[in-house]
T-cell receptor, first 112, second 112 residues
């Protein structure tokens, strides 16, 4: 099993550009989530999904969209990138929101 | 909003020393997870504690869940350079609330 995979590993964007961060898991987990990690702020939940077709907002959802068309994939879209979105983004999957979270390796995003 | 406070934020000690990091809250959690994150990677689960007063050992690491399930500690005996990393605690809320609340983490450096 590959576990949780994320692409790209690194990305540089200009302010106003859009992009999609990809996340896939092969563990048949129903629950998937996106976090951002910033120095001194810890992991903050952006969006999460309890199953295909169902998504909900986390703590810091503004500026991000998600969709869950399949169990395996949970892409995160930045609609119009801003410097405040410079961060490391982690995707995680699990059998449930309170269960062990399996994290991907992260995407490091720099918005200029 | 459930908050988890971790202390200390940073800790740098010599190889062979003992240390304890703390995870405290005013809220009760149904379970608490500890993760370790190494540079450039996603967090990886170390242990989950569920019962108040529970103690779990993982080689030189000892985890304890407070009797009231509001706090937890991680004690490392004879720290090794391989223990270096960011240690995160995450609490699962009581009742029907889904998801985890993460602390901001303790950055641990073990110097040879």
């Amino acid at each position: 099993n590959a576990g949780v995979t994320q692409t790209p590993k690194f990305q540089v964007l200009k302010t106003g550009q859009s992009m999609t961060l990809q996340c896939a898991q092969d563990m048949n987990h129903e629950y998937m989530s996106w976090y951002r990690q910033d120095p001194g702020m810890g992991l903050r939940l952006i969006h999460y999904s309890v199953g295909a077709g169902i998504t909900d907002q986390g703590e810091v959802p503004n500026g991000y969209n998600v969709s869950r068309s399949t169990t395996e994939d949970f892409p995160l879209r930045l609609l119009s990138a801003a410097p405040s979105q410079t961060s490391v983004y982690f995707c995680a999957s699990s059998f449930g929101g309170k269960e062990t979270q399996y994290f991907g390796p992260g995407t490091r995003l720099l918005v200029l | 909003t459930q908050l988890l406070e971790q202390s200390p934020q940073f800790l740098s000690i010599q190889e062979g020393e003992n240390l304890t990091v703390y995870c405290n809250s005013s809220s009760v959690f149904s379970s608490l997870q500890w993760y370790r994150q190494e540079p450039g990677e996603g967090p990886v689960l170390l242990v989950t504690v569920v019962t108040g007063g529970e103690v779990k050992k993982l080689k030189r690491l000892t985890f304890q869940f407070g009797d009231a399930r509001k706090d937890s500690s991680l004690h490392i005996t004879a720290a090794q350079p391989g223990d270096t990393g960011l240690y995160l605690c995450a609490g699962a809320g009581g009742g029907g609330a889904d998801g985890l609340t993460f602390g901001k983490g303790t950055h641990l450096i073990i110097q040879p």
